[in-house]
């Protein structure tokens, strides 16, 4: 029975990150596009000029085409909550729900109302309220953005609540304290600014796919200036939300942090591994070295994660098994309390359904002693709160290396842009229609970095992910995981089939 259970777990995690990591490919594009294209009509109801109209239209046209299919797999996201997930949906559904519910109600229908405008009012409203619309809809999008990445903030550092012990339910204490906590605000700069990024990627792109087929270059190199000066402000922007984010993860979660580095013994002056090879056999406690080859920057890793170059950041072995010289409690003593805290809330449950008054106030005392640690409780080893290393660690330093580059593409498209010779760099336009590709390269590397890097746990320390799930059959996540497999691949295809019928037929049409 128990080996049936982790089967479904697995497959819960696995059709939840399909999920997730297919709807991540249309919701950056949606974010950042509508902004450009708000920008492009500004500019056209500034100037006056035809030419930007039909450019609007045209990159508005392929914002349509993939926000339609962003919303179907957004929903299903949203509905294995509830079929996959239905503990994790009972024990914080007070505080998870309210995020999510006003991301419907609010920003969804401020965005969806405005959408209507936007691509049906061209003719039948005045100039400056079609480009208030599409404003509006580059905001709602952000605003449905806020939302979720304050529900998942929560799940990465949980705040703003308390356990009830009689419902065994976590209960939302202070709305405020969970939508503008520290992770919050740093998730949503981070993720926004990095979809700006994609989108000016992405038109970038496109334009020099133009350029190469020496088609609609006029309007390819006006997409391209704007595209390139939002996408460098974007880049550099990302960057600065990437260091305040990782900060956060340092004193949040610092588990994470050490896979992420791949480091196992926490010293002063920790280095950042630039470029390493993970040692796969590598376990918490053995004496194996982390890495076959690596490549050290001194110091940089403690200032990443403290401000002092010369600070003390634990590791792997640290947080599993404790250091008393530094104050750590390590996993292995969390299990302790845990257990603890998991027995005495069932003796409390126990004594109350018997009406022993005296024995369930001993129980419920000794568990509010040791509920800090009620997650841990769950654990089979200490070992289990480690997330898989190599994941973590090369997904970190796939999107830090893709990230450093973006801005020099956004820089050499403005050079020859300004030169007037940009539609005669082969090379660069080339290496622009590649860095799509890598865009979303790199937005899937930072969402299984902060995923698996949060990894046993739904809810960080406080719920891990074997006992979040729904007890259902195993054939029924594996059916719905293949069929969801199917239906995502379907519309992405004909998403891609239908914007390269669109990017074909050109803005002119």
Known sequence: MEDQILSTVDWARAQFALTAMYHWIFVPLTLGLSFLVAFFESIYVKTGNEEWKKLTKFWMTLFGVNFAIGVATGIILEFQFGT????????????????????????????????????????????????????????????????ILVANAWMQFPTGMAFNPDRARFEMQSFWDVALSPVAVHKFTHTTSSAFLLASLFVVGISSLFLLQKRHQKMAKRSMVVAAVFGFIASIFCAFTGDEAAFNVAHKQPMKLAAIEGLYVGQEKAPIIAAGIINSSKKPGDDLPAFYQEVKIPGLLSLLANRDANSFVPGINDLVF?????????????????????????????????????????????????????????????????????????????????????????????????????????????????????????????????????QPWAIQGLLPVNVASTNIATGNVQATFFIFLALFTALLLAEIRIMLKQIKTGPEA
């Not at 309210?98 to 920003?107: D, H, K, M, R």
């Not at 403005?414 to 090379?427: C, P, S």
Request: proline fraction near 3%.
């Open 84 to 147: 996959n997930w239905s503990n994790y949906s009972w024990m914080v559904g007070d505080i998870f729900g309210a995020p999510l519910a006003i991301e419907g109600i609010f920003a969804f229908f401020l965005e969806a109302t405005f959408f209507a405008v936007m691509f049906f009012g061209w003719h039948r409203v005045s100039k400056g309220f079609h480009l208030f619309s599409t404003w509006m809809v580059a905001v709602g999008s952000s605003l449905s953005a806020v939302w």
């Open 322 to 454: 404790g250091n008393a010289e530094r104050n750590i409690v390590g996993a292995e003593q969390r299990m302790v309390t845990g257990k603890i805290a998991v027995a005495e809330l069932t003796r409390y449950k126990n004594a109350k359904e018997k009406g022993d008054a005296a024995a369930a106030a001993s129980a419920l005392a000794l568990f509010n002693q040791n509920k800090g640690d009620l997650g841990y409780g769950y654990l089979k080893s200490p070992a289990q709160a480690v997330p898989p290393v190599a994941i973590a660690f090369y997904s970190f330093h796939i999107m830090v290396v893709l990230g450093t580059l973006f801005p020099l593409i956004f820089l050499l498209v403005l050079y020859f842009a300004f030169k007037g010779t940009l539609e005669n760099q082969r090379w660069l336009n080339l290496a622009c229609l590649l860095s799509i590709f890598l865009g979303y390269v790199a937005q899937q590397a930072g969402w299984v970095v902060a995923e698996v890097g949060r």
